[in-house]
């Protein structure tokens, strides 16, 4: 099992830069870390026995590298990785237009693995690999623009400039804001994960619709100030990066308290 993932790794490092991923490399890694930092006991040691000792950051971003199968054995897991929805007016509109959705997407997805981890009759490889993308798609699901809109596929349709690069609005999203700092992703976890233990209670408080529809809200924001041809530079880091920072601790908070409920 563990070269079959060797070997899908070193594919996917040579031909990564083919692909949009959500939260790039650092952005993923960051999350899970930081929700390790918040694991219960009982959940760290359940893990330890699925996962080996590998740490949660080390399987981050294997939903993304499988991307680089040829054989198409993933090709389904495509759609897990976002929720197409148009701008809703309220979170009750919200919420029927979720549930309405046809086909898997990252809103089904993380209650049918959730349910396949929970479930003692899941055999160990699949246990695992529904575990592997969980720590992902919570990742992605904190990635505003993966409950962006269909029109656009979440942003990679809006062409903007990053500091005179060509590129578009979903990759600025994914990796250019959290690359720009210049940080390894334990020096970025550490620095975000500083909330008391009350606010990393009221963070935790929800549902899954609800944190859809808090990355939903943001990604409406950034399409109302980032328009196509758009010319971004210091400016849109200034204005976003406190916004992508919460997003990243939002994200790792949120996966560690699915993950301490599921064990």
Same mark, same amino acid.
């Given at each position: 099992?563990?070269?079959?993932?060797?070997?899908?790794?070193?594919?996917?490092?040579?031909?990564?830069?083919?692909?949009?991923? !959500?939260?790039?490399? =650092?952005?993923?890694? +960051?999350?899970?870390?930081?929700? *390790?930092?918040?694991?219960?006991?009982?959940?760290?040691?359940? +893990?330890?026995?699925?996962?080996?000792?590998?740490?949660?950051?080390?399987?981050? /971003?294997?939903?993304?590298?499988?991307?680089?199968?040829?054989?198409?054995?993933?090709?389904?897991?495509?759609?897990?990785?976002?929720?197409?929805?148009?701008?809703?007016?309220?979170?009750?509109?919200? *919420?029927? /237009?979720?549930? !309405?959705?046809?086909?898997?997407?990252?809103?089904?997805? +993380?209650?049918?693995?959730?349910?396949?981890?929970?479930?003692?009759?899941?055999? *160990?490889?699949?246990?695992?690999?529904?575990?592997?993308?969980?720590?992902?798609?919570?990742?992605?699901?904190?990635?505003?623009? @993966?409950?962006?809109? =269909?029109?656009?596929?979440?942003?990679?349709?809006? /062409?903007?400039?990053?500091?005179?690069?060509?590129?578009?609005? @979903?990759?600025?999203?994914?990796?250019?804001?959290?690359?720009?700092?210049?940080?390894?992703?334990? *020096?970025?976890?550490?620095?975000?994960?500083?909330?008391?233990?009350?606010?990393?209670?009221?963070?935790?408080?929800?549902?899954?619709?609800?944190?859809?529809?808090?990355? @939903?809200?943001? !990604?409406?924001? +950034?399409? !109302?100030?980032?328009?196509?041809?758009?010319?971004?530079?210091?400016?849109?880091?200034?204005?976003?990066?406190?916004?992508?920072?919460?997003?990243?601790?939002?994200?790792?908070?949120?996966? =560690?308290?699915?993950?301490?409920?599921?064990?």
């Amino acid at each position: 099992m563990k070269s079959i993932y060797s070997k899908i790794l070193i594919l996917a490092f040579i031909t990564s830069s083919i692909y949009s991923y !959500a939260w790039g490399l =650092a952005g993923h890694r +960051i999350i899970a870390e930081i929700a *390790e930092n918040h694991l219960s006991g009982k959940a760290r040691r359940e +893990i330890k026995k699925i996962m080996g000792k590998e740490r949660l950051a080390y399987w981050a /971003n294997w939903p993304d590298f499988i991307k680089s199968d040829t054989t198409g054995a993933w090709k389904q897991a495509s759609a897990w990785h976002y929720v197409n929805i148009d701008p809703q007016t309220d979170f009750k509109a919200f *919420e029927q /237009n979720l549930k !309405a959705q046809a086909g898997a997407n990252l809103y089904t997805q +993380i209650k049918v693995l959730s349910s396949q981890i929970k479930d003692e009759k899941t055999s *160990e490889k699949d246990r695992k690999i529904a575990l592997i993308f969980l720590i992902h798609m919570m990742g992605d699901l904190s990635q505003p623009l @993966h409950v962006g809109r =269909a029109e656009d596929l979440g942003g990679n349709k809006i /062409n903007v400039t990053y500091f005179g690069d060509k590129t578009n609005l @979903h990759s600025v999203w994914d990796g250019k804001l959290v690359d720009s700092q210049k940080y390894s992703y334990t *020096e970025y976890a550490k620095l975000l994960d500083i909330k008391s233990k009350d606010e990393v209670v009221k963070i935790q408080t929800g549902t899954l619709e609800d944190w859809l529809y808090d990355s @939903h809200k943001i !990604a409406n924001t +950034i399409y !109302a100030q980032t328009p196509n041809d758009s010319k971004l530079s210091y400016d849109y880091q200034y204005k976003f990066n406190e916004t992508m920072e919460r997003q990243l601790l939002y994200g790792g908070l949120r996966l =560690a308290k699915l993950l301490n409920d599921l064990f």
